[in-house]
């Protein structure tokens, strides 16, 4: 029998037994509940208000105090930052550094904004123009004119200019974008988890002693992640086809071609962030010997993963096309998670998406020849825990 035949035999062992556990089938429905429930209150859950960072130019400046007061008056959080001049503030907004640029003098502020600008923050505003417009008409007229005045005050607002059209549906790619977020997480660390128990359970009661002496270790290795990265390919697949039907019927989503392109995206993502991380948690597994030791091995790993979820929900949410969310979503350990999301937002080039494909697909390459070096040295010793140091030290 040849490689690819035995690693595809491992492969199909480790499917049928998966796939006809109650466990499967538990876990399968139970996401599906769970994402259902989401999907039902998608406009609450996303519809909480952020953190607006104003930037002030000018004569603006000078409205940052009753800026902040006025908006935490009204429940909103405003973080306003000095900027040195209008064509400045207005890269930091393109950039995604700044939600909001205002200048001119406080009488007739000039908004520059993305997309659109929040409604929150269009009536605090306004309401500041309006009263410094108020106090001057004060300050002019010996014989007031009361009817004149309120009419001078209500004509006066703000100028908003937007950078880009805005887009009606982007609330919802959000919210596709996080769920796809969240679903990629727990499944890459599910999938990835269950790798490395699987390693140890066949290294505590020695199975893999009698599997050895018919196969290489790298064929045993590459077989459990194909199977098992097969096995949560499907459950992922029934889990986002299952959302995105209740969406599409329930009329919460109105962009099914996105919708659908974000879950096939999600799919390929799954695929190589499953590669990425499998290989280095079946390795860790291979490390230990015993189940009550896997979760300390392999703890740095699911930070790994915990920091690309934190970063994804934070940086995409608020900073889709920053320069710190384009760099991040490029790195192969983050980008499985971030990518997705911002593929699900359109920010996304093409150019960058074949790079942080290319870029994980080789730290796969790297992963699998050095995961199947520490596989090798690890899967037959037994006792206490074997350092990493000692897995891939060279044998003279």
Same mark, same amino acid.
């Given at each position: ?21 109650? $466990?499967?089938?538990? $876990? ?7 994402? %259902? ?72 502020? !000039? ?10 923050? !269009?009536?605090?505003?306004? $309401? ?70 699987? %390693? ?15 196969? !290489? ?100 949410? !608020? ?7 384009? %760099? ?18 359109? %920010? ?49």
């Amino acid at each position: 029998m040849g490689p690819a035949s035995t690693v595809w035999l491992i492969a199909r062992r480790e499917i049928d037994a998966r796939l006809r556990t109650r $466990s499967f089938v538990v $876990s399968t429905v139970a996401a599906i509940v769970a994402l %259902v429930g989401l999907v039902l209150m998608q406009s609450t859950l996303f519809s909480s208000v952020e953190r607006s960072r104003v930037g002030l130019a000018g004569q603006a400046a000078a409205i940052a105090t009753p800026l902040v007061a006025q908006a935490g008056a009204r429940g909103i959080d405003v973080d306003t930052t000095t900027v040195p001049d209008v064509p400045t503030g207005e890269a930091m907004v393109d950039a995604g550094e700044l939600d909001v640029l205002v200048s001119g003098a406080p009488a007739a502020l !000039r908004v520059v904004v993305r997309e659109a600008l929040d409604n929150d923050i !269009r009536q605090v505003l306004t $309401s500041l123009v309006r009263e410094q417009v108020l106090r001057a008409e004060l300050a002019a007229v010996e014989d007031l004119d009361p009817d004149r005045v309120l009419t001078t005050v209500a004509d006066a607002t703000i100028d908003v200019h937007t950078m880009t059209t805005p887009d009606p549906a982007r609330d919802q790619r959000m919210a596709v974008a996080l769920i796809v977020i969240a679903l990629l997480y727990m499944a890459l660390l599910f999938y990835g988890t269950m790798v490395a128990q699987g %390693v140890v359970e066949e290294k505590a009661s020695r199975v893999v002693e009698v599997l050895l002496a018919t196969v !290489r270790p790298w064929q045993l290795l590459m077989g459990k992640v194909i199977g098992l990265g097969l096995v949560g390919l499907a459950q992922f697949a029934a889990i986002g086809g299952a959302g995105l039907l209740l969406a599409l019927t329930t009329g919460v989503l109105a962009i099914p071609s996105a919708a659908i392109g974000t879950l096939v995206w999600g799919l390929v993502w799954y695929l190589l962030g499953f590669l990425f991380y499998a290989t280095v948690f079946a390795a860790a597994g291979s490390l230990v010997s015993r189940q009550e030791e896997t979760s300390a091995v392999l703890l740095p790993i699911t930070m790994v993963l915990v920091v690309a979820f934190v970063l994804g929900f934070g940086l995409l949410s !608020r900073s889709p096309s920053g320069t710190a969310t384009t %760099v991040l979503s490029l790195v192969p350990p983050l980008s499985p998670v971030m990518m997705p999301g911002r593929i699900a937002l359109g %920010v996304a080039p093409l150019w960058q998406i074949g790079l942080a494909m290319t870029m994980t697909l080789a730290a796969v390459a790297g992963l699998a020849w050095l995961g199947a070096r520490v596989y090798t040295r690890a899967a037959l010793s037994t006792g206490p825990r074997m350092r990493l140091r000692d897995a891939v030290r060279v044998q003279r």
